[in-house]
């Protein structure tokens, strides 16, 4: 066996719906590039989970084009990783459909993000916001990933990847690997400037509320600085100071400094100052992916020529798994 087929499995996603935010960032991408070398990595922007929504389409193109550039700009090697769209892979929607049939209707009605969707689209409750897990765990499946690393809201996602892999085994014997996530230790969660109590996202109403990375660094500055915190003047990380804890969090991410550290550093300093050097700190942090992002997103030929190479390595595992998956459910052979 070759040194390459030693290494463990790494798949992750995620959805071209607009700039990456810093919870993004923090809580899944930054991780992703420092696995190339310890495993083998794929990685997907997985644009059939983005309809799940309402989608323009041109929109959409222009989407998936930039979060396919962002993530090479976060530091995905394509020479090193497989980075591909996900509907160049047709694989991922047949296996969903299987997978479909070994999942139940009851455990998909307990997705929590099923159940935030739909409040927030109660006007287009379609089936695919509610099978949406099923096509996730097909991603990871279709790999037999070992590892998937992700933020803390997509754990019942993975917990729900892992009974349907468990119950396909049961049935048809053991076939795929059990994969397990990984969670990063800080930033797992990255709570919203204005609401921290609510998780940092893309689709929240208020534009302060939510740090992109390609924002330039004076709007940075801008959101970190009008950030809810409390009524004390203490940088330190405490139950009931959550919107501190937060920004303590996020600091630590990008500087590599420990929450001790921190509080040292601004003792006897306002949160005034804190705010601004989280907000410079995260700016200095994101410039160098905002510049290399430029350049990429200017280069269409190198993205398809990335792209089209990704979909070939990712299609050539999961025909095998395919193939293997249809012998095993009874389906007459073609050839
Ligand atoms: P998506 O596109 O919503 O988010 C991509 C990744 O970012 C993480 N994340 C966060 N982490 C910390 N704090 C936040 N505020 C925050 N917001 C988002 C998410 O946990 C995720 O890791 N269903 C997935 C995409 C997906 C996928 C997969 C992931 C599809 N198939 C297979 C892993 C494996 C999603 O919607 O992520």
Not at 70 to 82: H, N, Q, R
Not at 126 to 140: E, Q, W
Not at 311 to 324: N, Y
């Amino acid at each position: 066996m070759s040194d390459t087929n030693e290494k463990k499995l790494i798949f992750s996603g995620i959805q071209p719906t607009g700039t990456f935010t810093l919870g993004n960032y923090i809580g899944a991408i930054r991780n992703w590039g420092p696995l190339q070398d310890e495993y083998n990595c794929i990685y997907s922007i997985v644009d059939l989970h983005a309809i799940t929504v309402r989608q323009e389409p041109a929109k959409l193109r222009q989407n998936t084009l930039q979060a396919y550039a962002l993530i090479l700009a976060c530091g995905i090697d394509p020479e090193k990783s497989t980075a591909f769209i996900q509907s160049h892979n047709h694989n991922h929607a047949e296996l969903s459909w299987i997978l479909s049939c070994s999942t139940q209707f009851g455990e998909l009605s307990r997705m929590t993000q099923f159940k935030d969707k739909s409040a927030k689209h109660a006007d287009d409750i379609n089936a695919g916001l509610f099978t949406y897990p099923v096509l996730m765990a097909a991603d990871i499946l279709a790999y037999n990933a070992d590892l998937v690393p992700i933020g803390a809201d997509q754990k019942q996602h993975l917990e729900l990847a892992r009974n349907i892999a468990g119950r396909f085994n049961q049935k048809y014997g053991e076939f795929f690997t059990m994969p397990e996530p990984f969670i990063p230790k800080t930033g797992a969660r990255v709570m919203s400037l204005q609401d921290p109590s609510k998780k940092m996202s893309k689709s929240d109403e208020n534009p302060n509320a939510c740090v992109l990375i390609l924002d330039d660094k004076d709007t940075i500055i801008r959101k970190f600085k009008r950030a809810v915190t409390d009524s004390e003047a203490e940088v330190c990380y405490r139950e009931g100071k959550d919107g501190i804890n937060n920004l303590m969090t996020i600091y630590s991410a990008v500087t590599g400094k420990s929450l001790e550290e921190i509080t040292s550093e601004f003792s006897g300093k306002g949160y005034g100052d804190f705010k601004l050097a989280v907000g410079e700190a995260v700016a200095d942090h994101l410039e160098p992916v905002r510049s290399k992002y430029e350049k990429l997103i200017a280069d269409k030929a190198y993205l398809k020529e990335c792209y089209t190479a990704g979909a070939e390595a990712a299609s050539k595992i999961t025909r095998k798994t395919l193939s293997k998956v249809y012998r095993k459910i009874g389906f007459v052979d073609i050839r």
